[in-house]
């Protein structure tokens, strides 16, 4: 789906960005599809940081309305159990909106994680998010060309970030966060085209 967010590619910018003391929010989600069109969210972990260090952390399970399929389970550790008695992420999504405020977002492989939200907006006749945002997946292409992948987990381990549980909400979004000061300290570098999509 098409969202409202832009996403900053400018990234030589976003080191100054970072060092004027900007607050950023790294967000990440899980769901049980890859499609917004017919999955929903289970959870969301966001941090929200500047230079100065870690601000807040936000973090939720939800009742996704349907059965949580295996596959997926076997991906996050959440089971339907887990879930059954947790929310509805209509009822928490103009929250979390609210705990984002206006800060800059920072999420891998951005688009999926905003086209869900923004259709968790929808379905709660809510407004979108609007918020600035930065797509680690194409800054840290930009920032480490030669790495032979940049899925979240093999950066975290190139770069030595500890992951916690990958693919759990909040774990990924603070390693998102490590991996997005790692990014900003490389200042100056050749100009480099961004993939379309990862290979």
Known sequence: MKH??????????????YNEGAIFTSIDTETTTSSSKTGRII?????QFSKDGVISKWHH?????????????????????????CPYVEDYI??????????????HNAQ?????LNMECEKAS???TTNNTIDTLQFSRWAFPDFESHKLAFLANQLQIDKGNSHR???????????FKKCVEIKVKPNYVVPLQDQ
Do not use: Q, W
């Open 126 to 128: 809510i407004t979108p």
């Open 112 to 116: 999926f994680d905003l086209n869900f």
């Open 4 to 17: 409202p967010n832009r996403i900053l590619k400018e990234f030589k910018k976003l080191h100054r960005l």
């Open 61 to 85: 399970l939800f009742n996704p309305h349907c059965e949580i399929p295996d596959f997926i389970t076997e991906l996050t550790h959440i089971t339907n159990e887990m879930v059954y008695s």
């Open 169 to 179: 909400a909040l774990d990924d979004a603070i390693t998102c966060m490590e991996l």
């Open 43 to 47: 959870e969301i972990g966001a941090v």
């Open 94 to 107: 103009a929250d979390f909106k609210e705990y984002i405020g206006k800060t800059i977002l920072i999420a």
